[in-house]
């Protein structure tokens, strides 16, 4: 089985969008809770199912999220515990990074991600109640969206729309962001419980899924959002991450508190395509490579990450 223990808990895995057996590890010591992180940098070896470290950096915080830049290889942008983002150069050895960190939400930066279409900014969500704009030349950021009444948890780029972006929050609703406008230019009371994570769907840029600690994912269209087109039941516990896929319109993959990575096919009556239970504590990371149709990632509490095909099992040997 293709699998690497971290020592940390892990938090988030990426894939690399230009090497195909290369991916980003995001891990916090004690739960995240208190204590140091770090980001390892794994290989997939293209001869057997093994996962090697290529480099790691050492946080005195948790990590709770990353992001691959879209314009460089080895740029990588790390949400922190302790506030910051750092920028870190992979080619660069661990005691040249980070090669910038920047300070300016006030608490948990809980997500990052990289514009797909600009490939020059990215975005940041935190516990502070507000998301943020950068780009990786600027000392501090673009901008401040603050509408938000709890944490965001969550912000991503539409795969289409250079300026367009969605955010999920503590406060129960799914925004829809435009860079060029004042304000946030849709609400959708997505769900009744906290908004965990958001997706846009990658062949309908009008379509995004919304995944809430009701244990519940719904999907949305931004066109006629009173009624959700479809709502996936089958988690135990919160739904933590929610990915569309990059290859296939209707698919997408979770994870769960309940120790589970499931993927759907929404738009059939039996929605649940699979469920994976290799984890053996809450698993909080997953991703889907843009390079490789069907291979799969995730990360748990349990200091592992798993690499595998759709359709394997994940622990198979």
Not at 216 to 226: A, E
Request: charged content about 20%; glycine content about 4%; aromatic content about 12%.
């Amino acid at each position: 089985m293709t699998v690497f223990k971290t020592p940390f808990n892990g938090y988030s895995v990426k894939f690399s969008p230009f090497y195909e057996s290369r991916l980003a590890v995001a891990t916090a010591q004690n739960f995240g809770i208190l204590g140091n992180g770090r980001i390892h940098i794994l290989d997939l070896s293209p001869t057997a199912p093994t996962l090697s470290q290529l480099v790691s950096f050492d946080t005195a915080d948790g990590v709770y999220d990353l992001s691959w830049s879209e314009s460089h290889d080895s740029l990588l942008v790390a949400a922190i515990a302790d506030g910051s983002v750092k920028i870190y150069d992979t080619a660069l050895p661990p005691t040249a990074n980070p090669i910038r960190s920047l300070h300016e939400h006030t608490r948990e930066v809980h997500s990052t991600d990289y514009n797909p279409t600009r490939r020059d900014s990215f975005l940041t969500a935190s516990w502070d109640d507000t998301i943020k704009l950068w780009t990786v030349d600027r000392p501090t950021s673009v901008r401040t969206f603050k509408e938000h009444a709890y944490c965001v948890y969550n912000a991503a780029w539409n795969p289409r729309h250079s300026d367009v972006f969605c955010s999920a929050s503590g406060d129960c609703t799914l925004r829809i962001w435009d860079v060029r406008e004042a304000g946030s230019t849709m609400i959708i009371p997505a769900h009744e419980f906290e908004i965990l994570a958001c997706d846009w769907n990658k062949y309908d840029d009008c379509v995004i899924a919304s995944a809430s600690v009701d244990k519940s994912i719904k999907l949305w269209d931004v066109r006629n959002y009173r009624v959700p087109i479809a709502v996936l039941n089958g988690h135990g516990y919160a739904v933590r991450r929610v990915k569309f896929s990059p290859h296939r319109r209707n698919v997408l993959a979770s994870c769960s508190y309940d120790m589970t990575v499931c993927l759907w096919d929404f738009m059939v009556e039996d929605a649940l395509v699979a469920r994976y239970d290799h984890h053996t504590e809450f698993s909080v990371g997953v991703d889907m490579s843009v390079l490789v149709e069907g291979l799969l990632a995730s990360t748990g509490w349990d200091e592992l990450v798993y690499v595998w095909q759709q359709g394997m099992d994940p622990r198979a040997v």
